[in-house]
């Protein structure tokens, strides 16, 4: 009687206490996320369907990693967003849970709460932006700011372009309009079959994101019915299909280390080499900004993911069996997809780009860990590149001399960008796509390789080796690099080689001392503690697998 008399204040009738399915709706809408911002009018639509079902559905809020305002880097809080979702569902009387996510970390944050609290519950994405519109032409949120502030730095775009431009492309709701992060995690939840088939690239602000909406929220009341929990959804052999349908929309690298952390959450065997090995024998289907021209809302209008899932089934490339959150397999959710624009989405038989120009793994001296590289991103003729290293120990320090028209720095030059790794900075930002100098820029250089321990913005470009493990703030080879090295970037023998040898190493090693960190207490000490490396989804070494979905003792 208690609770539902306090539960009735908000105007419930009794008949909602009738035994009904419980639904939660953990909404991260919030004005401090842009790309979240209109999540509440998305529960709307979830509710409606809820309530179509026979279900009692309830929103309750989450916090938002967004990544265009949180700082250091919205990374630092994926895990303690992953905690909160995951205790909220487990803490409250919840049946199942409808998830509404939108910028980069929300939905992998909340694919690993749901993983780990293993309750049958839907993703929602709130969809990506319209396509921004300048001077007659199609601009990528991100994709575009790169490139603008090249052509501000070589003097060929002036200051006001640019203010005129940035209101060109945020024009709605919604998460980056490129195959950024945010685009990629979301046709990655459809992928692992986590969110309802088409539903990752409706636009934000198109009556069909809220159809889709509403059929989730449908949906979940029949899963609670059949017990579909999310630890029947999320196999090996979705995570293989997620890693290939990554490669074939020339997906984020970003992805890597989400999907590596969910894994972890349902102790499914994921490793970063898996990446590479299944992502090999896939063409890159899709011609998407940063990789190509066209923009999400043309991918939407094709055909969407569906149209990619359905090439990829019928060439052999996907696991058709694994069920989804419909209840039926891939192959039966992507049967009737139909590819409406082939520039867009190409045939498996022309392909964008070919089979072996996805994300690279790179092993070696300098990355024993790994390291990763966007091929399809990056520029072919420094694929294979040697070079001599200029070393900055974070990417503030190139930012402060990188105009500096004395830098010692030519076209053969590698920068080598350290400190940006889970620990070091802490949280791995998304800063290893720095700018080139600028003295490069005016002289028309395009791409230079760039090496770091950080991540990159999955709208980002061009020929940069990320994630390099360990990390320099655990002492991994990259703190032991010196301006004048010599290093060899070799994509296609999928090695990076630091011409140091072994005893130098050792005695740069014996003088190497790790900074202090000045974090004493708070969640940033926690962080910094207990994350693991970027090859095994820089979670939380505590968080790993799953805690199920019973509280730990009832004292009512």
């Not at 070696?364 to 790994?370: A, F, H």
């Amino acid at each position: 009687m208690i609770y539902r008399s306090w539960m009735r204040n908000q105007g419930f009738g009794a008949e909602v206490f009738d035994g009904r399915p419980v639904i939660g709706i953990a909404t991260s809408a919030s004005e401090l996320a842009p790309c979240n911002a209109h999540l509440h009018r998305v529960a709307e639509a979830v509710k409606r369907g809820v309530w179509q079902a026979g279900g009692f559905p309830l929103e309750f809020p989450t916090m938002a990693t967004g990544e265009t305002l949180m700082r250091p880097t919205a990374m630092l809080y994926r895990n303690l967003m992953a905690m909160e979702v995951e205790e909220l569902i487990r803490a409250n009387p919840l049946d199942g849970v409808v998830l509404l996510s939108g910028c980069d970390k929300t939905t992998p944050a909340m694919l690993m709460a749901a993983a780990s609290v293993d309750v049958p519950a839907v993703m929602v994405t709130g969809g990506p932006m319209l396509n921004g519109k300048y001077r007659g032409t199609d601009v990528g949120s991100g994709t575009h700011v790169w490139k603008f502030e090249e052509e501000l730095k070589a003097g060929r775009m002036t200051q006001e372009e640019c203010f005129f431009a940035e209101g060109c492309m945020a024009r709605s709701n919604g998460h980056c309009m490129t195959m950024g992060t945010a685009s990629t995690m979301a046709c990655m939840a459809e992928a692992l079959g986590m969110q309802l088939p088409g539903s990752a690239t409706w636009p934000a602000v198109d009556a069909r994101r809220f159809e889709t909406a509403q059929a989730a929220g449908q949906r979940v009341v029949t899963m609670v019915e059949e017990a579909l929990r999310p630890s029947k959804i999320l196999t090996r052999e979705a995570f293989e299909n997620a890693i290939r349908v990554n490669a074939a929309i020339g997906g984020s690298t970003n992805a890597i280390i989400h999907l590596l952390a969910i894994a972890g959450r349902v102790g499914v065997k994921l490793e970063l080499d898996d990446f590479d090995a299944l992502a090999r024998q896939v063409p890159t289907l899709l011609d998407l900004m940063p990789s190509g021209r066209f923009l999400m809302e043309d991918f939407c209008y094709a055909g969407g993911l569906p149209v990619v899932m359905r090439q990829l089934v019928e060439a052999g490339l996907l696991h058709p069996e694994p069920v989804t959150v419909t209840g039926k397999n891939v192959a039966d959710n992507v049967t009737g997809a139909e590819c409406w624009n082939t520039e867009v989405i190409t045939p498996t038989a022309e392909p964008f780009q070919p089979a072996g120009t996805g994300t690279a793994v790179l092993r070696g001296n300098l990355c024993p860990g790994g390291a990763v590289l966007k091929q399809s991103a990056a520029s072919p003729e420094l694929l294979t590149h040697k070079g001599k290293a200029l070393v900055f120990d974070s990417a503030e320090d190139y930012h402060a001399v990188c105009d500096d028209p004395e830098l010692p720095v030519d076209a053969s030059t590698i920068l080598v960008i350290r400190g940006a790794g889970p620990k070091g900075y802490p949280g791995m930002p998304e800063v290893s796509n720095v700018p080139l100098p600028t003295k490069m820029l005016k002289a028309g250089i395009t791409d230079m390789v760039r090496i770091c321990d950080g991540r990159m913005s999955g709208t980002g470009y061009g020929t940069v080796v990320l994630h390099v493990t360990p990390e320099s703030a655990v002492g991994g080879p990259l703190a032991l690099v010196h301006t004048g090295d010599e290093i060899t970037l070799d994509v296609p023998g999928r090695s990076l080689t630091l011409h140091v040898d072994d005893a130098e190493l050792e005695r740069r090693r014996a003088a190497w001392t790790p900074s202090e960190s000045p974090y004493t207490s708070g969640y940033t000490w926690l962080y910094t503690h207990h994350v693991l490396q970027a090859d095994e989804g820089a979670d939380f070494d505590f968080l790993r697998g799953s805690r199920g979905h019973a509280v730990p003792r009832d004292s009512h």
